[in-house]
């Protein structure tokens, strides 16, 4: 019996696949803004018709009030200089401080995702799959940390 367990543990242990996430260590590109977008606050509200039947079959008709809000954003649009990446933060200080064509230095990690192969597998597959930046430095200054 000890040797059955020990063989279905093992092989256990060998067929395991799991996926798994890394951070990278802190990096440093310049990114230049291409554009810097503000977005209000928006808040709609309609009515809509409802169209159902009771427990007796007879239709019925409802009014119902239906909303929906977006909050006002200040957004930055980046692009990478070394990776020609493009993406955008949501920041109003940033939108205050920057303008197009401003050139600033982004500190980031990447995210990357990977599999382990049994219980001591080494890491196969490394895929970086998002990149999060933690500072922007305009002129020597730290604008944005994440939070």
């Not at 808040?43 to 019925?60: F, K």
């Amino acid at each position: 019996m000890k040797k059955l367990l020990c063989s279905l543990l093992i092989l256990t242990c060998l067929s395991c696949t799991v996926t798994k996430t890394r951070y990278s260590d802190l990096k440093e590109e310049q990114a230049e803004v291409t554009q810097v977008i503000y977005v209000p606050a928006v808040h709609t509200t309609s009515i809509g018709l409802g169209i159902g039947t009771t427990s007796g079959g007879d239709i019925t008709t409802t009014l119902m009030p239906m909303s929906s809000s977006s909050e006002e954003q200040w957004l930055v649009i980046f692009k990478c200089q070394d990776h020609g990446k493009a993406f955008a933060l949501n920041c109003k200080e940033l939108y205050e401080k920057l303008k197009q064509g401003d050139v600033v230095t982004l500190r980031y990690v990447d995210e990357i995702k990977y599999t382990v192969s049994g219980c001591h597998g080494t890491p196969e597959n490394e895929q970086v799959v998002d990149q999060h930046t933690s500072e922007v430095v305009v002129k020597n200054q730290v604008i944005r940390r994440k939070q």
